[in-house]
């Protein structure tokens, strides 16, 4: 049985323990050896030389390294295989600076504990620190103190505690330690009980601790998060299975090279050498660091739209994302109750106005709604100055629609000062205050409209006063029930004249019933814009939240988050089905209620297991595990916790979910620009190898030297790459559906690409290396010199038509990318000082006294690649 279940003596039977008295010393110290100190752990950080190892064995870098050592040992030259090398090391640094600034949520999670406890020990009341609290010990809390452990009270007074770290609702909940609950029951719905790390906002309580540190539930909370392990990211496995496909290309391409090389019986030295060529000209060593500085840039133009970026690989992610899970309040919602809605006992009117701005309008006027007015503001114990708000959102917003009739709080409570009060509490639901107004004591009470219906025996309607009779109550609770199916939170208003008292608690009876008001946390307005665009783009949008599931329910249908042949869920729904059907509900459910922290991983984790790319927001402790669990976790950034924010991979700094859509529309660009370049790079790989081997079968030896390769591969490529990386989007792209995580990203268009543009630069270069070496001669290393121009001038060129895999050149505006024009005005000047300078040429073997006609065929026949390029964009 769960302690909220059980009787308070039971409780106290089962921990040994005297109510009076609280633990001895020397039974908290036995305690404290058997169940530990009241803290929580993390799990141990992967050191550095695990993480360098980690990264040393990704396919890519292991190509590279191998292809670095052949090249030194091959050629007896150490120059080539330091620029490979460099590259890896480049590579791994990037990576593991990156994991090492990956986030600790546990350490954030500690921050939230209570510093010390009110704890009676031996019957004195001691203050302690918190660590040395075990089960069995009996403890008190009051305003402002957070929970120290998990604590079943047994004594409450006017007691509320905000549980938001723990449910993600704002309003306090307030506690009742004599309620007799079932089980299962809502953690939001757990009356008699205190939870760790959750504060006390209002009033006082007495209670015993059921759990300390790990066994708490925000302990449940770092359980999960240590559970949670780190995935590879749709690009990461793409870019590895490329890396693989790549290598496995090289080793069957040498392999044949070599035997072809035997049977023209070649030295075994030079078949060496060209096995290097193939090996560096198969392998896009400028790809990792490419990828890298793209998905960076990405992050810091993600930043100037107010999406914080922590993780490089979720700049990606994002694109593939196919579900997006957002949390209700604060990110589809205002977090800011308004009164929308008024009864007069007569006739439903209308509030407009968003939040606590007093600029709105009450669409209609009579005695009552000044009077419901009236009460709404007096019986109150919340204020609003400017900017500053103080005190309980449901009573913020009763202060706005005072405001909204032009009636100043501040004034009005001047005016009529309270003379006596009568707080609120679990027990009665009602509130209620006395004021002299026009020299008459009256007594105004606001709280739940069945309880005060209960304490009412007349009505007021249309300026008069009638008794109250049964027809009248069946119109206030189909008011009543009309409001809380549209997700409003109702209060009723009463009020009566006061002649003499003694004790006010005795003057709730026979009341006037005012009206009611539906009070509500409005869905952003630009939310519903931002969720058709998603659906447009494929994206379906799941709410979770810990309201109930009418109110979530009523706010998703608002959204277009509830349309037909979706469901909602709550999380007691959850717990009586076992997973298979969970999993088959998970595909149609769009709105989780009343769920734990818990039930949120396991949302997630399903949506996974049904082949989703999951996005997961959440501003509260409760939220971080399946934060962490999400491929994309977004925390918020004006009312995120500390904890959600280091469990998450994006931090929005505005709250708006409209920038989540932002985000993922900016994360789809990057993901094509990826394609374009990778493209791009793959094509001149793929043509290096096949050139080389053509070459091979004819008996031309490689026409291009390996240091030649590498420029070409890690230079001259590399800034073109980076300004495609960089391309404006193109039209339609979030009216296509989610990228696929499980698709290649050489797939059959981009196979045609790089299929057509290879085999044209190989033709090209070909031609250029045969014109060098067998027509215009005069030089050893002619035939390779031209082709190097040929190869980078087509490369370069190819830039142009790499900008879109669809659009030709001919459609669009071609010079408008200005980092495309630099890197080829740059990539032309490396060329000249790479053919020109004098030291430069002769590491290049490329001082070969070149004729203006040489250049100009060389220049010429670059030309050819870029057709290629725009001939394949005919084959979709």
């Not at 790549?246 to 044949?256: A, D, N, P, T």
């Not at 006992?345 to 209609?364: L, S, W």
């Amino acid at each position: 049985m769960e302690n909220y279940t059980k009787n308070i003596e039971e409780v106290f039977k089962e921990f040994h323990v005297v109510k009076s008295k609280g633990l001895s010393q020397n039974e908290a110290q036995v305690k404290l050896r058997e169940f530990g100190e009241n803290k929580l752990t993390e799990k141990v950080q992967e050191s550095l030389v695990k993480m360098i190892i980690g990264e040393l064995t990704q396919f890519l870098n292991i190509l590279l390294i191998i292809a670095a050592i052949v090249s030194i040992v091959a050629s007896g030259e150490v120059t080539d295989g330091l620029f490979i090398i460099a590259i890896v090391i480049l590579n791994i640094s990037l990576s593991v600076f990156q994991e090492k600034k990956a986030s600790n949520a546990v350490n954030a999670l500690k921050s939230l504990s209570a510093p010390s406890a009110k704890v009676f020990r031996d019957g004195n009341l001691e203050n302690i620190d918190s660590k040395l609290l075990v089960p069995g010990d009996i403890v008190t809390v009051e305003a402002g103190d957070y929970m120290p452990a998990d604590i079943r009270f047994f004594e409450t007074v006017n007691l509320k505690v905000d549980e938001s770290a723990l449910t993600g609702e704002s309003v306090p909940v307030e506690k009742d330690a004599q309620v007799m609950l079932n089980e299962p029951t809502p953690i939001g719905d757990r009356l008699n009980m205190g939870y760790m790390s959750t504060i006390v906002t209002y009033g006082r309580g007495l209670g015993i601790v059921v759990n300390t540190g790990m066994t708490t539930e925000i302990g449940n909370i770092a359980n999960l998060l240590n559970e949670v392990e780190d995935e590879m990211t749709p690009l990461q496995k793409k870019i590895d299975k490329l890396g693989k496909l790549l290598g496995m290309i090289s080793v069957i391409v040498v392999v044949v090279i070599f035997g072809v090389g035997l049977l023209y019986k070649m030295d075994v030295l030079d078949l060496f050498l060209v096995s290097v060529s193939l090996a560096v000209a198969a392998i896009p060593e400028g790809l990792p660091t490419v990828i890298t500085v793209v998905l960076a840039m990405g992050m810091r133009k993600m930043a100037s739209k107010n999406a914080i970026v922590k993780r490089l690989s979720a700049v990606e992610t994002l694109g593939s994302t196919t579900v997006i899970s957002s949390d209700k309040t604060g990110t589809l919602t205002q977090n800011k109750m308004v009164v929308t809605r008024l009864f007069d006992n007569h006739t439903i009117i209308e509030v407009t106005g968003t939040g606590y701005d007093f600029n709105g309008e009450i669409k209609g006027d009579n005695t009552n709604i000044q009077k419901l007015v009236e009460i709404g503001a007096l019986c109150n114990d919340s204020s609003i100055s400017g900017d500053t708000l103080i005190g309980d959102p449901t009573e913020l917003a009763l202060v706005t629609l005072a405001a909204k009739k032009k009636i100043v709080q501040k004034d009005i409570k001047k005016k009529y000062v309270r003379i006596d009060e009568f707080p609120f509490d679990s027990e009665r639901k009602l509130m209620s205050t006395v004021h002299k107004i026009d020299g008459v004591n009256q007594l105004y009470t606001k709280g739940a409209p069945d309880q005060l219906l209960k304490v009412c025996s007349h009505y007021l309607v249309q300026g008069e006063v009638k008794p109250l009779d049964d027809k009248f109550i069946k119109t206030i609770e189909l008011a009543n029930q009309g409001m809380a199916r549209g997700a409003l939170r109702v209060l009723g208003f009463a009020y009566k004249e006061l002649t003499e008292y003694t004790d006010i608690t005795k003057q709730e009876e026979n009341l006037i019933f005012v009206g009611l008001t539906g009070i509500i946390d409005p869905p952003r307005e630009e939310v519903k814009s931002a969720i058709k665009i998603c659906h447009k783009a494929g994206i379906r949008v799941v709410m979770i939240t810990g309201d109930h599931k009418i109110t979530a329910s009523a706010i998703g249908k608002e959204l277009g988050i509830l349309q037909k042949g979706n469901t909602a869920l709550s999380g007691e729904e959850i717990d009586k089905l076992s997973y298979p059907e969970f999993l088959d509900l998970v595909k149609t459910t769009n709105v989780f209620a009343r769920v734990s922290p818990n039930h949120k991983v396991m949302i997630v984790k399903a949506l996974q297991e049904t082949g989703e790319i999951s996005s997961m927001t959440g501003d509260g402790v409760n939220d971080a595990p399946a934060l962490k669990q999400a491929n994309i976790g977004v925390a918020m950034g004006i009312t995120g916790t500390d904890v959600s924010k280091e469990a998450a991979d994006m931090i929005l700094m505005d709250d708006n979910f409209t920038t989540i859509v932002e985000a993922v529309e900016e994360g789809r660009v990057i993901y094509a620009n990826i394609r374009k370049f990778v493209g791009y790079l793959v094509s001149c790989n793929v043509g290096e190898v096949l050139l080389i081997f053509i070459a091979m079968i004819l008996g031309w030896g490689s026409p291009l030297l390996p240091i030649q390769i590498l420029w070409i591969n890690l230079v001259t490529d590399s800034f073109p790459a980076f300004a495609l990386g960089l391309e404006k989007k193109e039209r339609g792209v979030m009216d296509r559906n989610p990228i696929d995580p499980n698709a290649s990203i050489v797939d059959k268009q981009m196979g045609y690409a790089i299929g057509f543009q290879s085999v044209f630069l190989a033709i090209a270069v070909l031609a250029s290396y045969y014109i060098g070496h067998n027509i215009i001669g005069g030089h050893e290393y002619m035939g390779q010199t031209l082709a190097f121009i040929t190869i980078i001038t087509g490369e370069l060129l190819r830039t142009y038509s790499a900008r879109s895999e669809t659009i030709t050149i001919f459609k669009m505006n071609l010079f408008e990318n200005k980092l495309v024009n630099y890197s080829v005005l740059f990539g032309l000047v490396l060329l000249l000082i790479v053919l020109f300078v004098p030291g430069v040429n002769t590491l290049f073997n490329t001082n070969v006294n070149l004729s203006f006609g040489s250049l100009l065929i060389a220049f010429g026949l670059g030309f050819i690649p870029l057709f290629g390029g725009e001939l394949a964009k005919l084959f979709k």
